[in-house]
């Protein structure tokens, strides 16, 4: 029995350093602090932060600052950044880029200009230690980023310009403190300013030309293999990290800009986005955020009056200067008044670049243990509260959204009941498929997508119907990747365009999604009989698709409208698909239509609160439309807005569409759109 005990208490033995231990321990931590907190209205951030200083080795000592600890919290730190790159709306980001410069220099210019003389002046130390101290409180780290992933706006307006302020900022400070580092040492000379540009601009070209194609090359090569999807992206955020940090910056900065390197390839709604954003949220980002309260230690407010006084001046420069900041950028933007508290509680949280920042400072002995000491402790407050802001700000932002929502339903096309159905005739051609089906879904549907397969009515159907549901299985596991339901469905019929049409009225479908058929030689009447039957016989949406290529892998959309299509019943569903397609895939569109089909666009465009880089093209006469195949690339998707016989847009140099489109189009991706 003793030598249990004895051989029990080595397990204990603290601190822990049994890895089985300290990752259970961990595990325990991420699962109970934000249930319990959660329960007196505390956000979950605060939960880990305070479990890192309570088991941390300024606490109860259970866990020490060792390699697997720093190992989990850089690639925590490194996640939340890479994250930020990768959900930003590159749209949104073009569109509001210099915003994002302005505020980018407002919240890195006024803690500055605010910090310095409270440093020189009240705290009394030189020009060097004021200078870096100042600099630290212009930086921030995006620590309550998953709070505004988690509630759902990190689409909004006000987080794009902050993320896109977060590495402008941070980046400055990183070169004043390379420039400080490098005057103390003596080091600041000529080649000291070539080696910063010359690996600014190799660095830039690495993962901005090179790492996206190889991407997109990996992607499709690999297409079945999805978990490898996930190790190549993890791969790159570290060989980014890497790279920055041998081009002289911060490996944050490299996992933030490996996150819009392949920004463009991950669709927020796939599989893969999915899986990133699930693993990162559920064990590394909280196992960052455990660890910077292991970093606080709170007896230092005890070891003496000036530790105090410091560290709450340091603490209220810094949250005075954030304030003032996004103060500033809500007044020249006229944002709300939630907006401006959630560019506040975004960039007012200091961790990784901060204490990167003075520890840099502290070990060159430019700085004192009492600025050590007092940053540690703006730490926590400042997470602390950025955490309550934020989390209230964007609460109130999805409230708001959600009202201006319930009162334009009337004019929006937001259908919230959508229901698609997708035949799969091609087996081979089901992903590519399935994944546009995801992209263009509206997230907010209820229904889930149903995917049919029609089986010819004879003595082996049921047979067939099974084999067909075995095949189509793996489809419905893909969409659940993706958090999108899928239902399997099988009918049996003479005429696969009869059960295409009786599945749509049973099911109550809005959109039908079918693949363009294989050329057998006779594509005529294959494409004809079917898509006529469908056409003829429902009045839906109606998608016939055919992609050369995943749809990542698409630079532009090149979009052909008739005119009178603004007068069709569907026209602001196709045009809301087109445009979440785009956003999602990011890529820019090319639009061919007249004048009055481009003033009525843009209208709505407008009226939606919709920015996307569209360039409008005039095209009046469609019995010359296929000269839109002479400006087409082998990378773009062609979209053409066809119409129903008899509707009010249809002209004839539409009849026969499919026809002419595989003869024009046939080595290029390609989408009919029927209202």
Known sequence: MEEFLNHLSEHFRLPLDNPVLIFSLILFIILLAPILLSKIRVPGIIGLILSGIIIGPHGLQLLEEGLFVQVFSTIGLLYIMFIAGLELDINEFRAYRNKSLLFGLLTFSIPMIVGFPVCHYVLGYGVDASFLTASMFSTHTLVTYPIVSRIGVSKNQAVAITVGGTILTDTAVLLILAVIMGSHEGNLGLGFWVKMIVSLIVFSLIMFKVVPKVAAWFFQKMQTEKHSHYIFVLAIIFFAAFLAEVAGFEPIIGAFVSGLALNRLIPHSSALMNRIEFIGNSL????????????????????????????????????????????????????????????????????????????????????????????????????????????????????????????????????????????????????????????????????????????????????????????????????????????????????????????????????????????????????????????????????????????????????????????????????????????????????????????????????????????????????????????????????????????????????????????????????????
Request: aromatic letters at 8%; charged letters at 20%.
């Open 284 to 675: 590394f980002i909280p196992f960052f955020l455990i660890s910077v309260g292991m970093l606080v230690d709170v007896k230092v407010i005890l070891s003496g009056p000036m530790a105090l006084i410091i560290a709450a001046t340091l603490t209220v420069v810094s949250i005075f200067g954030k304030w003032l900041a996004a103060f500033v950028t809500q007044l020249v933007y006229k944002y709300s008044i939630n907006q401006r508290n959630l560019i506040f509680g975004l960039s007012s949280a200091h961790a990784a670049a901060t204490l990167a920042v003075i520890l840099v400072g502290y070990k060159a002995k430019i700085l004192d243990s009492n600025i050590l000491n007092g940053t540690v402790i703006l730490i926590l407050f400042t997470c602390i509260i950025a955490s309550f802001v934020t989390e209230k700000a964007a609460k109130r932002i999805v409230v708001d959204s959600e009202a201006e929502e319930f009162d334009e339903q009337a004019t929006t096309s937001v259908f919230k009941n959508e229901h698609i159905l997708m035949p799969i005739a091609n087996p081979a051609n089901m992903d590519k498929a399935l994944e546009f089906a995801i992209l263009i879904k509206d997230k907010k549907s209820t229904h889930p997508i149903t995917i049919l397969t029609v089986v010819p009515n004879n003595i082996q159907a049921e047979k067939n119907i099974m084999k067909s549901k075995e095949r189509l299985e793996l489809l419905v596991k893909e969409a659940s990747a993706a958090e999108t339901v899928a239902n399997l469905a099988a009918t049996i019929d003479l005429n696969p365009a009869a059960g295409i049409v009786r599945t749509a009225r049973e099911t109550m479908v809005d959109t039908i999604i079918m693949g363009w058929p294989e050329n057998t030689g006779f594509i005529e009447k294959l494409v004809g009989e079917k898509m006529d039957s469908v056409l003829n016989q429902t009045d839906k949406i109606l998608f016939i698709c055919h992609f050369h290529m995943p749809l990542t892998n698409h630079r532009r959309i090149l979009l052909a409208v008739p005119k009178m299509a603004e007068r069709e019943k569907g026209f602001k569903q196709w045009v809301d698909k087109i445009v979440l397609l785009a956003s999602e895939i990011s890529v820019p569109i090319m639009l061919y239509c007249n004048d009055d089909t481009e003033k009525y666009i843009k209208e709505y465009l407008t009226s939606r609160k919709i920015k996307l880089s569209i360039t409008f093209n005039n095209l009046t006469n469609w019995d010359d439309f296929l000269i839109i195949s002479k400006e087409i690339q082998v990378n773009d998707l062609f979209i053409l807005v066809s119409a129903r016989k008899g509707s009010v847009s249809h002209i004839g140099a539409l009849d026969n569409i499919p026809k002419k489109l595989e003869g024009y189009f046939n080595s290029y991706s390609r989408i009919i759109i029927y209202p």
